[in-house]
């Protein structure tokens, strides 16, 4: 396919560059960046990543393109003045892909971010799909001193017994929750149940989607660790972090 084969082409000339999203402790502190991808084609322009992450995926594209987010990410992590974390998305093609821990630990290495500064994101499905090499992996991540999170948490199916299972620092409540704060009565409980459940695990717990001051407050008021949303900031080029880190320093 022609996209596809554009796509790999953008790995080399530059077509890819990242945006990144802030998260906030509920006082203020503003504590990691989210890295999101993007794609500028030549005629086509901006091609969200919800269209080519599946094609990357589907042609295993996904392999170098997020060796390349890994790498990119964590040298930007490294040039901020402050030592907020950032965090990177992991598709479920990636993280069975051969050679994911190495891949991961060179970028380490080699851009010298301290691991603890670096937070790897799956969603759910990735704990459905290969569950004992899933096991393998995540325990080889851990092992190199770094934070999983579970993205998108509550849209997947038997998110308990995952919860169970494998070892998360953190969750992130999917947005399909927060957007409901403001309208529905039952969602507040719901994310009050789903706050307190994560605490008993000892799982941080990171709310994504905040929108509304409404929401904000209700998630202050629930409890939760971290928030994020295009009301308290918009995926923004690397270009706009330091200024942001300087103010809320
Ligand atoms: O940034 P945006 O809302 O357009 O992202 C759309 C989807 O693409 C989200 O599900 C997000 O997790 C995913 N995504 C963004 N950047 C990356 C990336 O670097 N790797 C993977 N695998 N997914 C990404
Ligand atoms: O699946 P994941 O959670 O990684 O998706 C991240 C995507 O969510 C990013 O593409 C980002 O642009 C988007 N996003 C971030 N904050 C908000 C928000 O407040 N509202 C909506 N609708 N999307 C958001
Ligand atoms: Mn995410
Ligand atoms: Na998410």
């Known amino acids: ?145 770094l934070r999983l999170v579970l993205d998108d948490f509550g849209t997947g199916y038997s998110s308990l017994s995952y919860l169970h299972r494998f070892r998360f620092d953190k969750l992130k409540l999917d947005r399909s929750f927060v957007q409901r704060l403001d309208t529905d009565e039952d969602a507040r409980t719901i994310v009050r149940a789903m706050i307190s459940m994560s605490k008993d695990l000892g799982l941080e717990v990171t709310a994504e989607g905040v929108e509304t001051p409404a929401q904000l407050a209700a998630l202050r008021e629930l409890g939760c660790d971290e928030l994020q949303g295009f009301l308290l900031g918009r995926p923004m080029p690397k270009s706009r972090i330091r200024m942001l880190i300087m103010r809320h320093h």
Do not use: K, Y
């Open 1 to 145: 396919r022609e996209l596809e084969r554009e796509l790999h082409g953008a790995i080399a000339a530059g077509g890819l560059s990242l945006l990144f999203q802030p998260l906030f402790r509920p006082d203020g502190d503003l504590v990691c960046f989210e890295a999101l991808l993007r794609w500028t084609h030549m005629v086509h322009g901006a091609i969200s990543p919800a269209e080519f992450i599946p094609l990357a995926e589907s042609s295993e594209l996904i392999v170098p393109i997020g060796a390349w987010v890994l790498q990119t990410a964590c040298q930007e992590a490294v040039a901020w003045p402050c030592d907020q974390r950032v965090a990177v998305n992991i598709s479920a093609v990636q993280l069975l892909s051969e050679d994911f821990v190495t891949t991961v630990s060179q970028a380490l290495s080699t851009t010298g971010l301290a691991p603890e500064r670096l937070e790897l994101e799956v969603t759910e499905s990735v704990l459905i799909e290969n569950t004992d090499q899933t096991l393998t992996v995540l325990s080889a991540l851990r092992a190199l001193g």
